[in-house]
């Protein structure tokens, strides 16, 4: 993940107390909604290392063959994991 847990939850924090200054959102329970929104935002944030595993693991598995025929691993994990982003429809 590209932001420690402390700053996601700093963030999720700021998030809703600021929508709620605002009155986009109304709740009774400012915590509980941080929380909410602490764990969809490290949910969400955590994709990205999922697919990356997903990638290692997807290549490991054709590490003999990109090895016979001189892939580049790099490339080839670039490759794939637009592959998988595109196949989860995800926004990275």
């Known amino acids: ?7 996601v939850g700093y963030l999720a924090r700021e998030t809703v107390k600021r929508l709620a200054a605002s009155e986009f959102i109304e709740t009774k329970s400012l915590p509980v909604v941080t929380e909410k929104v ?3 935002m490290l949910e969400e944030l955590g994709l990205e290392d999922r697919i990356n595993d997903e990638v290692r ?5 054709y ?12 490339e080839m994990f670039r490759k794939v994991k637009n592959e998988l982003v595109r196949k989860y429809k995800a926004v990275l």
Do not use: F, P, T
């Open 1 to 7: 993940m590209l932001l420690s847990k402390e700053y």
């Open 38 to 40: 602490h764990a969809a």
């Open 57 to 61: 693991v997807i290549l490991e598995a």
């Open 63 to 74: 590490s003999d063959e990109m090895r016979n025929s001189g892939a580049n691993y790099q």
